[in-house]
């Protein structure tokens, strides 16, 4: 998160302030006006697209009815117009489509966040028709501090959001029937499970017969964790730089009694000494991250993907294996070549033991009107083996 800032507007002939309360990379309007239920939606989105914020004082339903119309006037064009791609087409990279993409989201984002509601010192919002949001802001925040805040509606419903799906957890059925995963807010959910049933199924190095210690490189939500555990591993070490993750993964591992055989570390990728195994999922598109969430999504210039390659190596026992879970999506959009990865691979001192592919089931692999559908429809998710190659090249 990034650190509250003060926020300023003018009031009832007064200047008013509150702390701005955003995901990392979303900045405090410049311009602040007070709106309520008398605000159209065409004056709301013209301001809005300006980068006024509006700060509502109206019915707390009404801001969301607002939230919605705004929607429905930014997605319109693509509903007039569906462009259709097919998958055929993909033989073509296009980094530029994905590029002008990510632009277009960062713009709607942007106008949707201009929407704001006041907090209360105890996270209660004074308005009519307001839910209850202090447990979900404070699992988001911390307890209160008894000053106000500010925050996008839209960032908001996020908050509220993710303290359903932390209440209600995640199902994944590669750990057991009806065990789930409980994510905390900021912390990626394991709601695509193709990559976890790789891992359920992918064959089990010999060496952990010997050395039964396993890395998790970038814990997540500890559901790597718990599936080496329930496969066998008799310790687990799980790695994160992020004291949310650790928190997340340290939860969810004490809600399946799986804490004693797992040691969580805040570190950057391998913690100290060797492992017969060690599994990273690295974010799969080479970008910029913009948010929270986008961090398990975005791994700008393959950083973490490099890193862990090179650093594999020197932890691994002797017939160790490392597992490399990663998406061709970047190679579809031509972001990244196979042959870059491969030479990567190789340059560590690498081999390929095996490859196991699963095609994704998502919606959006479906969706033709999906500006990057044809690179969706061709993606196919990877379990790398990686070993250490017989002759490494010599630096």
Same mark, same amino acid.
């Given at each position: ?8 507007? %003018? ?49 707390? %339903? ?8 705004? /929607? ?7 509903? /007039? ?32 966040? %201009? ?14 028709? !307001? ?13 209160? @501090? ?20 932390? /209440? ?25 499970? =193709? ?5 359920? /199924?992918?064959?089990?190095? =010999? ?8 890395? @998790? ?35 969810? &591992?004490?809600?399946?009694?799986? %804490? ?78 196979? =042959? ?24 959006? !692999? ?16 990877? &379990? ?12």
């Amino acid at each position: 998160m990034t650190p509250p800032a003060p926020l300023t507007w %003018q009031e009832d002939g007064q200047t008013r302030s509150a702390l701005w309360v955003a995901d990392h990379g979303a900045r405090p309007p410049s311009k602040v006006m007070v709106v309520d239920d008398t605000l159209n939606a065409g004056t709301a989105y013209r301001l809005a697209c300006e980068g006024t914020g509006l700060l509502w004082r109206g019915d707390f %339903q009404n801001a969301r009815q607002l939230l919605q119309a705004l /929607k429905r006037r930014l997605d319109r064009p693509a509903r /007039k117009k569906p462009v259709k791609v097919k998958a055929s087409d993909n033989a073509h990279p296009t980094p530029s489509v994905f590029n002008a993409h990510r632009q277009a989201q960062s713009q709607r984002a942007r106008v949707l966040g %201009q929407i704001l509601i006041e907090l209360q010192p105890d996270y209660s919002i004074a308005l009519r028709r !307001a839910p209850d949001v202090q447990a979900a802001c404070q699992q988001a925040w911390g307890p209160a @501090d008894g000053q106000h805040r500010v925050v996008s509606l839209r960032s908001l419903q996020g908050v509220i959001g993710s303290f359903e799906w932390r /209440k209600n957890g995640v199902e994944v059925p590669a750990l057991g029937e009806n065990l789930r995963i409980h994510p905390h807010y900021g912390v990626f959910s394991p709601v695509r499970g =193709e990559y976890v049933q790789l891992v359920a /199924k992918a064959p089990w190095p =010999e060496a952990l017969k010997a050395h039964s210690v396993a890395f @998790d490189i970038g814990v997540g939500t500890g559901v790597l964790s718990a599936l080496l555990v329930r496969r066998g591993a008799a310790q687990v070490v799980g790695s994160d730089l992020s004291e949310r993750a650790l928190a997340c993964a340290r939860d969810n &591992l004490q809600r399946l009694g799986l %804490q004693n055989q797992v040691q969580l570390l805040h570190t950057d990728l391998f913690p100290p000494g060797l492992a017969a195994l060690v599994v990273c999922n690295p974010p799969w598109l080479p970008a910029r991250a913009t948010s929270l969430l986008e961090q398990a999504v975005y791994d700008e210039g393959s950083q973490m993907l490099k890193g862990f390659l090179s650093g594999l190596p020197a932890h691994l026992y002797e017939g160790g294996e490392g597992w490399l879970i990663l998406s061709d999506l970047a190679e579809h959009l031509g972001l990244r070549s196979r =042959e870059e990865l491969l030479s990567w691979i190789a340059q560590a001192g690498l081999q390929v033991l095996g490859r196991m592919d699963v095609k994704p089931v998502h919606g959006k !692999a479906s969706d033709e009107t999906d500006p990057l559908h044809a690179a969706r429809a061709a993606e196919v998710t990877s &379990l790398w083996r990686l070993g250490a190659a017989a002759n490494p090249p010599v630096n």
